[in-house]
């Protein structure tokens, strides 16, 4: 009898023991990631997401400074646990959504809901903006340990904006819609910041070539590339600079710009300081000028009285090599054989820019090498890769395009306000396509 009651206790508690292990959180993940690739026709960066309930694979092109994420919900939006956001409630007040839709037309479906937070979800490559339910769905992204990816991780209620179809043109082939890392209370990052309690943060590394994998990681660091670097290792920051008024193609009445700008305080090439007016360097209370950086711009477009400047300082800088016959977009191309190459890229001055510190009185540089300032055009020539942008094309005076980020790492520390950045890759020879994409279990 005695040893039955024992045995019985001791079974007892080995339940309370193995219920004891479950209850113990598993390890809190420190980021998160996804591939990223580079479209061949449209250079837009897509990645995938998966959503719903149950879960689909959605594709969607990266809009860094977008301010969250957008999909179509007209097409084919099947889900289980979408949730419109209702008007007035805390994620519409956080959105600084300013419209409410009383009463949707139509039977009720994702996207066409009574009493439901409206916003503006926005499509760069055709200028145009629409109005859009507002809702929650779940995501699933996967961990990882900054090495590989890990296990796959969900969470529901993640924000996003309800697009027409319609706003899908222009997009890359089979895209759904835009995944808006913008720095705001919306804005993806921060979002899995909130669901997993990983730092507010995240990193990009985008890859030259069509054929290969880079990498966005959520979270903190190591961001290990083969063959072992932890590139965070060679970050060095600048501070992210506010603007008080949207930079996106429409917007709500008192909402601040969701893209990432940074204090720009001069170009050198050479170390000689290229004149240009610096007052288009600084952000104007109304929103305009200052420097930022896109996803969506293939190529940095600059100012025309800078991008004149510049022009003239790198074309004198190469005086004794001579030009080629240019190709559009670019206004200076070169052979190819005559200006030689390096670990880097072509052989060309590098284009320092001068960045704000966090201290005023001191200054740090970010490099853009020849393979970040020229661009292939075909076998023979390459061109300075950048664009006259007009005299008042966006509210920008600077915006760095894709082709002078790609192969660095840029991290984007929105708790700590500061990018982080690592100039070129190469020199370590490692590209964005260097992070190891087996999953380890
Ligand atoms: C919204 O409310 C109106 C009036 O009550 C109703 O006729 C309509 O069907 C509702 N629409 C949706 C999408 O539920
Ligand atoms: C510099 O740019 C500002 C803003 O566009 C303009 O008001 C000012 O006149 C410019 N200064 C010079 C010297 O061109
Ligand atoms: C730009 O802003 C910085 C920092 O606020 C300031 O020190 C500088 O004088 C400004 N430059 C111009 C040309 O307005
Ligand atoms: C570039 O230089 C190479 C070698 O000198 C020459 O064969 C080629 O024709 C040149 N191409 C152009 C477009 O000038
Ligand atoms: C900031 O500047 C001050 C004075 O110019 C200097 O004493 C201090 O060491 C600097 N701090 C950093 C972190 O560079
Ligand atoms: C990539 O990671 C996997 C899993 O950890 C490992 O087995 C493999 O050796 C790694 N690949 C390289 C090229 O190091």
């Known amino acids: 009898m005695l040893t039955k009651i024992n045995f019985i206790s001791l079974f007892l508690s080995l339940i ?23 479209d061949a026709s449209t250079k837009q960066y897509v990645t995938t997401i998966n959503q719903r309930t149950p879960l689909v694979r959605v594709k969607l092109t990266i809009d860094l400074g977008q301010r969250f994420l957008w999909v179509d919900c007209e097409k084919g939006y099947v889900s289980s646990s979408y949730k419109p956001v209702p008007c007035g409630s805390i994620p519409c007040k956080r959105s600084l959504s300013g419209a409410c839709v ?45 090495s590989n990816p890990r296990k796959y991780l969900s ?14 043109e222009g997009l890359a082939k089979g895209v759904k819609g835009i995944l808006g890392l913008g720095n705001g209370y919306v804005g993806f990052p921060t979002q899995l910041g909130n669901a997993f309690s990983v730092p507010r943060k995240f990193a990009i590394c985008l890859t030259s070539s069509t054929t290969s994998r880079g990498v966005i990681f959520f979270g903190d660091s190591p961001y290990v590339f083969l063959p072992g670097m932890d590139v965070s290792k060679r970050l060095v920051y600048t501070p992210l600079l506010k603007n008080p ?67 003239k300082a790198f074309v004198s ?14 206004k200076v191309c070169y052979n190819k054989t005559s200006l030689g190459s390096n ?4 052989g060309v001055p590098p284009i320092e820019l001068v960045l704000r510190n966090k201290n005023a009185t001191t200054y740090t540089s970010w490099f853009i090498w020849g393979a970040n300032s020229m661009v292939t055009v075909n076998n023979d020539v390459v061109c300075f890769g950048f664009v006259d942008g007009g005299v008042e094309f966006e509210p920008a005076s600077i915006v760095i395009g894709t082709h002078q980020i790609e192969d660095n790492l840029l991290q984007f520390d929105i708790a700590n306000k500061r990018l982080g950045f690592t100039s070129s890759l190469l020199f370590d020879e490692i590209t964005c396509a260097n992070f190891n994409f087996t999953t380890k279990a």
């Open 16 to 38: 309370f023991l193995f219920s004891l292990s479950l209850a113990k959180t598993p390890p809190r993940p420190r980021a998160f990631l996804l591939p990223v690739t580079k």
């Open 102 to 146: 009383e009463s949707c037309v139509g039977p009720s479906s994702p996207g066409c809901n009574n009493n439901t937070c409206s916003h503006i979800p926005y499509n760069p490559f055709i200028r145009t903006s629409t109005g859009g339910e507002l809702a929650q769905d779940v995501v699933s992204l996967q961990s990882t340990d900054g």
């Open 155 to 168: 969470t529901n209620g993640v924000v996003f904006d309800c697009a027409p179809h319609s706003l899908l």
């Open 245 to 311: 008024v949207s930079t996106s193609g429409s917007y709500f009445e008192g909402e601040p710009s969701t893209d990432y700008f940074i204090g720009v305080t001069s170009i050198k090439i050479h170390s000689i300081v290229v004149p240009i007016n610096t007052t288009l360097l600084n952000i104007t209370k109304d929103g305009k000028g200052g420097t930022k950086i896109s996803t969506v711009e293939p190529y940095t477009k600059l100012e025309t009285s800078i991008y004149n400047a510049l022009t």
């Open 317 to 330: 800088a190469l005086a004794n090599v001579p030009m080629v016959k240019p190709v559009a977009p670019f």
């Open 343 to 346: 670990q880097v890229g072509p």
